[in-house]
C-alpha cells in the first residue's frame, strides 16, 4: 500500500479481555517496527521483525504481549488479559532491509482504552 | 544504551518568530530522524539526518556527529506548526531500532 495501515484505529476493551492490533507496513520494507506510546510521552519500543524474524523484542513489557509477523507483511500485536496500563497508542512504522536505508514510516496508529 | 535528550521540553512562540530545537545523543549513530507530530497524533516525517545539513522550505536541520548533536530550524513560524517536535537515533553497534527523545512540545501563537 501507499503508506503503512493500522487496524483498529481505536479500541476499547474490558480489563482482562485479550485484544489483536494489525500493522500493513508499506509494499516492500522488510523491516518492521512496533511502538507505544502514552499520553503525554514520548514513543517505547516494543519489538522489531526483519523479515519474518524478530530479532529485538525487548521492549515488550510482559509475558502477556506478544506479536508475530507471517508473509513478511502483515504483523499481529496481541495483548492478553489486557490491563488498564496498556492504554496507550500503538504504532506501527516500516522500512526498507539493512542498516542506513533510510526512513522510517510510521501509520496512525492504533488507540487502545482498557477500561 | 544509547541516551537521546532534547531541548526545551516546552516552548511558546508568536506567529512569525524563529526557533531552534535541540538534540543531543550519547554515542554514534546510524540514522538520526526528526518528525513532527501534530495534535491528532500523526507522525509526519521531517528529516532523515545522520550527518550534514538540509533544508525543506521554512525548516532546515544539521547533525553533527562527531560532536553527537543534531539541531532543527523553524524560521517565521505558523500555528500549523504547533506540535510536538521528536528526535529518534540509531545506535551505531545497536540494534536496527530508532530511539525517541521525549520531544520538544512547540506551540505557535497568532
Known amino acids: 500500500g501507499a503508506g503503512v495501515s493500522q487496524s483498529p484505529s481505536n479500541k476499547v476493551t474490558e480489563k482482562g479481555k485479550d485484544v489483536e492490533l494489525r500493522c500493513d507496513p508499506i509494499?516492500?520494507?522488510?523491516?518492521l517496527y512496533w511502538y507505544r506510546q502514552s499520553l503525554g510521552q514520548g514513543l517505547e519500543f516494543l519489538i522489531y521483525?526483519?523479515?519474518?524474524?524478530?530479532?529485538?523484542k525487548s521492549g515488550l513489557p510482559s509475558d502477556r504481549f506478544s506479536a508475530e509477523r507471517t508473509g513478511g507483511s502483515v504483523s499481529t500485536l496481541t495483548i492478553q488479559r489486557t490491563q488498564q496500563e496498556d492504554s496507550a497508542v500503538y504504532l506501527c512504522?516500516?522500512?526498507?532491509?539493512?542498516?542506513?536505508?533510510?526512513?522510517?514510516?510510521f501509520g496512525e496508529g492504533s488507540r487502545l482504552t482498557v477500561l | 544504551g544509547i541516551q537521546v535528550e532534547q531541548s526545551p521540553p516546552d516552548l511558546i512562540l508568536q506567529e512569525g518568530a524563529n526557533s531552534t530545537l535541540r538534540c543531543n545523543f550519547s554515542?554514534?549513530?546510524?540514522?538520526l530522524q526528526w518528525f513532527h507530530q501534530n495534535p491528532w497524533g500523526q507522525l509526519i516525517n521531517l528529516f532523515y539526518?545522520?550527518?550534514g545539513t538540509k533544508q525543506n522550505g521554512r525548516l532546515s536541520a544539521t547533525t553533527v556527529a562527531t560532536e553527537r548533536y543534531s539541531l532543527l530550524y523553524i524560521s517565521s513560524s505558523q500555528t500549523t506548526d504547533s506540535g510536538v517536535y521528536f528526535c529518534a537515533v540509531e545506535h551505531e553497534g545497536g540494534s536496527e531500532k530508532l530511539v525517541f527523545g521525549k520531544g520538544t512540545k512547540l506551540t505557535v501563537n497568532p
Open positions: 554515542d554514534s549513530v546510524n540514522n
Open positions: 512504522a516500516s522500512r526498507g532491509s539493512g542498516r542506513n536505508t533510510g526512513e522510517l514510516f
Open positions: 521483525f526483519q523479515g519474518n524474524s524478530a530479532p529485538d
Open positions: 509494499s516492500g520494507h522488510t523491516a
Open positions: 539526518i545522520p550527518s
